[in-house]
């Protein structure tokens, strides 16, 4: 699978989510995705930007392009070195949540995209990977 860096964003507070709008935005159209496909990115690159800021307070959003078998997709990872999930399927279950918000992030993102994987580990960090195919 031939991988393409597109951008590298540090994230350290609320302004920078509106960065990542822009440039999933930017990204999502220079790869030929339609409307609706760009919205989805941005919709859930905006809920994973947030809880960076939220429970991390910092940390870094990758963009790549993908390539695997003729098809083209955008590939973006959340990674911090914040307080790590206890228990993933938990926290994505709608609902749950720990800071008083809907509790919809990580569920809603997930639906928004084909491919979704998270790692985390507690004192360490989390990874969230999406991937959106064309
Ligand atoms: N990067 C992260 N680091 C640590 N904990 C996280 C992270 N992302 C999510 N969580 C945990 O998972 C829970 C669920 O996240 P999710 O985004 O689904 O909901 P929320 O942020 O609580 O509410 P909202 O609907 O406003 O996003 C959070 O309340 C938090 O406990
Ligand atoms: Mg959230």
Same mark, same amino acid.
């Given at each position: 699978?031939?991988? &393409?860096? #597109?951008?590298?964003?540090? /994230?350290?507070?609320?302004?920078? /989510?509106?960065? @990542? ?6 990204? %999502?159209?220079?790869?030929? =995705?339609?409307?609706? !496909?760009?919205? #989805?990115? &941005?919709? %859930?690159? $905006? +809920?994973?930007?947030?809880? /960076? &800021?939220?429970? %991390? @307070?910092?940390?870094? &959003?990758?963009?790549?392009?993908? +390539? ?11 990674? !911090? ?8 399927? *938990? %926290?994505?279950? !709608? ?6 918000? *809907? ?5 809603? $993102? ?5 491919? =979704?994987?998270?790692?985390? #580990? @507690?004192? #360490?960090?989390?990874? @969230? ?6």
């Amino acid at each position: 699978m031939a991988t &393409v860096t #597109k951008q590298l964003i540090t /994230i350290s507070n609320d302004q920078d /989510i509106l960065l @990542v709008r822009t440039a999933v935005r930017q990204v %999502a159209i220079e790869l030929g =995705f339609n409307l609706v !496909d760009q919205t #989805k990115l &941005v919709t %859930a690159a $905006s +809920e994973l930007t947030r809880n /960076i &800021v939220l429970y %991390a @307070v910092e940390g870094t &959003v990758k963009l790549e392009q993908v +390539e695997n078998q003729g098809h083209t997709g955008l590939r973006i990872t959340f990674e !911090d070195r914040g307080p790590g999930i206890a228990d993933i399927e *938990l %926290a994505l279950k !709608d609902g749950y949540t720990t800071s008083g918000g *809907l509790g919809l992030g990580l569920g809603g $993102s997930k639906r928004l995209v084909n491919d =979704f994987d998270i790692e985390s #580990k @507690v004192g #360490k960090g989390t990874r @969230v990977t999406i991937t959106r195919w064309k």
